[in-house]
């Protein structure tokens, strides 16, 4: 089981990008999807997660960003707006399936400017 992120880049303070994370090889139930963030320095921290249709952000998102997933593409995706510098990190997903295993992407890395 593999997951492919993908959709980071280059943005100026106040744009948007939006990541996509698309999971491939044996899977029966997916249980939850999970976005990740480590920038340097600092330690990997949750930034959202998406489990059924409940959904969960990290406080400190101030509403800015949506983490939504297509089911029938077993892909899950993080819309960002209004981005500042401090969210520059490299961006990781998650996902827990099958029950108890978990996987991790290969990252991709949001870098805002001001």
């Known amino acids: 089981v593999q997951l492919q992120a993908s959709g980071g880049g280059l943005v100026l303070a106040g744009g948007s990008l939006r990541l996509s994370c698309a999971a491939s090889?044996?899977?029966?139930?997916?249980?939850?999807f999970g976005w990740y963030r480590q920038a340097p320095g600092k330690q990997r921290e949750l930034v959202a997660s998406i489990s059924g249709g409940t959904t969960n952000y990290s406080d400190s998102l101030k509403g800015r960003f949506t983490i939504s997933r297509d089911n029938a593409k077993n892909t899950v995706y993080l819309q960002m707006n209004n981005l500042e510098p401090e969210d520059t990190a490299v961006y990781y997903c998650n996902m827990r399936f099958n029950g108890w295993d978990s996987v991790w992407g290969q990252g991709t890395l949001v870098t805002v400017s001001s």
């Open positions: 090889g044996r899977i029966k139930t997916i249980n939850a």
